[in-house]
């Protein structure tokens, strides 16, 4: 018989089962010769890839799926469903994807769902079929995480070659796995993405390189570090592109109305990219509302480009917010959308979803209404130059000069909504922020402390109260919608800062009601003894994480009753959402929320939230390594600065100047063992009672600054405050002593 390379795969797609090489050779009815002729053509087809050999010695091609699998989540999809990819894949062609879904029970249950007890990372061994949409997998047993991946840099020490992990903490160096390093051509400081493997040799863990990204010595590689190690999303799909570049500016239609008659304008930072919304206010001129003020906020209509279930959308969802680091933007949308139809630049006619909102003389929202528009911008202003005009003691910039008279409009509207603020009494913690300025090379030029003016906060409050208006109008309809939740603190966290007050002079009463003003009150009577920013740190600890969620939970925060984020959908889905639950609510046009998508909210709440919290850590940690760089060649420079955390391994220290945080381990504060106090948030010296406390300012040296994983390590100068001796030192403390020397001596045993 002679064997083709067609019949040979025809039988091996058309087996129910995989076959062993015996097991081909019955199937074909081969026999003498044949045998070695099939031998060589599995030989074959398995080098070029078309078939795959498992472990069990069968055969089976390469872009199909044996019957039962380990199957690794990548993904959730749009429908809210996982997705998973084969957890090992061979094959040339990419993994295809499967559809991973919990045993159906019973015969009425309908058609299973994917369950939700695991996440994306996670792995379970599944029964795979194929179905006409595609191959789905019946999950048989979860597995939990497999192999992370990680992120490192290839190094060569005294020891060969080693991986080292970006990773702050990371204690220890891998090795990469045989033969990778001539095969990928891996050069020192290459920046790769790791698996650990089972495998070790004399102790050291085996890694196996998934992909080289780069040099770590390049000076833009610390935010290329961040985006990886926390995966945020890179770039755009070429069907996302090509849906952004055929995209046209709305007309005017039953809608959309024509509002460029009102001279919205927009103000923002000094080095801000996309402008999403513009203000404009006025006196009140109903004879009722004496004293009161109409105000505009316009903001960028998204969601007359990004339609729910297009690939814009699909990529939007998937990347949940903007990621900002100091050098770069990963932006949710592409740009010809953020810097170009969906930003608000002067002179030019852009579609906006605004809110019209009327405030009484004491700054109460009467009332709002919400109108899809066609708008001009009259002015771009950075917040500077706004401020030359609220302040009134210099020269006004002349960008501002053409707008003086609508500017002094909009501060006398924050004047009096100013008063309704202080009135509600939202939680007030000042702190620092700081910027970091990078050249187009990537070094970092300064780090600076951001000025706030009143156009930051006149800005800030007119956002907050169209968000307001938002949640409100929306929930006078009955709709449904994505709230911003912020809950009020939790008793261990209150109980925390009550126990720690003490040692400031300072009370906490558990038994009063946890409000704003009790926080801002506490923070007034620590700046009498120079204590605020201590406290005001303590404070913020105490406070919960904000989130998003399709059930209204209120702003503790805000000290809002209804709040929802409407003003930024260029940067955040949520605001789509909102914007989208408007347009349907309101009747403002056929684009509004799905019905598909309004089934899905809690899912997508919860996906933001954590798109959110990874961006907020990818921007933490970018800043933290070009903060590195640039103390780099300053180790041996002495800092001042404040104890911004106590743990028993040793103090966090944030530097006045730069804001960048380091940690002064344990072992730098000298000879004597210390205590960890947890109550007073401080360390205690057995010996001597000397203590270190948090909020403490303290002279510190730079020992070390590491760019790669964005650690400072300090040594504290400053010697401890004088204190009590700790009442009970921990069994650990004592030292068990030797024979003849003051041990215990127990009775000899009899012979």
């Not at 160096?173 to 070790?200: C, F, I, N, W």
């Not at 919205?264 to 001129?285: G, M, S, W």
């Not at 919400?370 to 302040?391: D, E, I, P």
């Not at 009135?423 to 007030?428: H, I």
Request: with cysteine; glycine share 8%; proline share 5%.
């Amino acid at each position: 018989m002679n064997i083709t390379r067609e019949t040979l795969l025809q039988t091996v797609r058309d087996t129910d089962t995989e076959l062993t090489k015996r097991g081909l050779v019955r199937a074909l009815g081969l026999s003498g010769d044949d045998r070695r002729e099939l031998r060589t053509l599995l030989s074959e087809l398995v080098e070029d890839g078309t078939l795959i050999r498992t472990d069990r010695r069968t055969y089976r091609c390469a872009d199909t799926l044996p019957n039962v699998m380990v199957v690794c989540i990548d993904h959730i999809d749009d429908h809210g469903d996982l997705v998973g990819v084969p957890a090992r894949w061979e094959g040339k062609p990419p993994p295809p994807t499967i559809l991973v879904l919990e045993k159906k029970h019973h015969k009425k249950s309908g058609p299973p769902r994917a369950t939700k007890t695991l996440g994306v990372g996670d792995r379970a061994l599944c029964r795979i079929s194929k179905k006409d949409e595609g191959y789905r997998g019946e999950i048989i047993k979860t597995l939990g995480q497999g192999p992370r991946t990680e992120l490192g840099v290839v190094v060569k020490g005294g020891r060969g070659w080693r991986i080292r992990p970006v990773a702050k903490g990371s204690r220890y160096d891998h090795l990469p796995q045989r033969g990778q390093m001539e095969a990928l051509q891996l050069k020192d400081q290459d920046l790769v993405l790791y698996e650990l493997t089972s495998a070790r040799n004399k102790g050291d863990r085996i890694a196996r390189v998934t992909e080289v990204l780069g040099s770590a010595d390049h000076p833009r590689s610390a935010s290329i570090i961040s985006l990886y190690a926390h995966n945020i999303p890179l770039g755009f799909s070429g069907d996302e592109l090509a849906e952004a570049q055929s995209l046209t500016l709305p007309k005017l239609d039953k809608y959309r109305k024509d509002i460029r008659d009102i001279p919205l304008l927009t103000i923002d930072p000094d080095d801000a990219k996309d402008f999403d919304d513009a203000i404009f206010a006025r006196p009140d001129d109903n004879a009722r509302n004496e004293g009161g003020h109409i105000v505009w906020v316009a903001i960028a209509d998204v969601s007359a480009y990004v339609r729910p279930g297009s690939a814009l959308d699909k990529g939007a969802f998937k990347r949940g917010n903007s990621v900002y680091l100091p050098d770069r933007v990963e932006p949710m949308l592409p740009e010809e959308l953020s810097a170009d139809l969906c930003s608000l630049r002067p002179n030019e006619d852009r579609a906006c979803l605004a809110v019209r909102m009327r405030f009484n003389a004491q700054g109460d929202k009467i009332d709002h209404k919400f109108v899809r528009g066609l708008m001009r911008s009259h002015a771009r202003l950075t917040y500077s130059q706004a401020q030359t005009v609220f302040k009134r003691d210099g020269e006004i910039a002349k960008e501002a000069v053409p707008v003086t008279d609508i500017l002094s409009d909009i501060f006398a509207a924050y004047t009096s909504v100013k008063i309704a603020r202080e009135r509600r009494g939202p939680l007030n913690i000042e702190m620092p922020e700081r910027r970091v300025r990078v050249d187009e090379k990537g070094n970092v030029t300064s780090i600076e402390v951001r000025e706030r003016f009143d156009a930051h906060k006149l800005v800030e409050e007119f956002m907050i109260q169209a968000n307001v208006a938002a949640a409100q109008a929306l929930d006078s309809k009955n709709a449904e919608l994505i709230y911003r939740v912020h809950e009020p603190p939790g008793y261990d966290k209150l109980q925390g800062l009550s126990d720690f007050l003490p040692a400031l002079d300072l009370k906490w009463s558990m038994g009063e009601r946890v409000t704003p003003k009790r926080f801002n009150r506490l923070i007034e009577k620590a700046r009498e003894n120079d204590l605020a920013e201590t406290v005001s740190m303590s404070v913020l600890r105490t406070q919960m994480q904000a989130y998003y969620g399709p059930k209204n939970g209120g702003h503790f925060g805000l000290n809002l009753t209804h709040y929802a984020h409407f003003t930024s959908p260029i940067r955040r889905y949520a605001d789509l959402i909102v914007h989208r639950a408007l347009i349907k609510a309101f009747n403002l046009g056929d684009d509004g929320s799905s019905a598909e998508e309004l089934t899905r909210l809690k899912e997508i709440s919860e996906h933001i939230s954590d798109t959110e919290r990874r961006a907020m850590a990818a921007e933490r940690d970018a800043k933290d390594r070009y903060v590195a760089a640039y103390l780099q060649d300053r180790v041996g420079a002495e800092f001042e600065g404040r104890i911004a955390g106590v743990t028993g391994a040793g103090l966090f220290v944030q530097l006045d100047e730069t804001g960048a945080d380091g940690f002064a381990p344990v072992s730098q504060l000298g000879l004597e063992r210390y205590i960890f106090d947890e109550k007073s948030k401080s360390l205690i010296g057995a010996e001597t009672g000397g203590t270190y406390k948090f909020g403490r300012r303290v002279t510190v040296r730079l020992l070390e600054a590491t760019p790669l994983t964005g650690g400072l390590l300090f040594e504290i100068l400053t010697k401890p405050e004088k204190g009590k001796r700790p009442k009970h030192l921990p069994t650990s403390h004592y030292r068990k002593r030797g024979p003849n020397k003051g041990g215990y001596k127990g009775k000899r045993r009899r012979k």
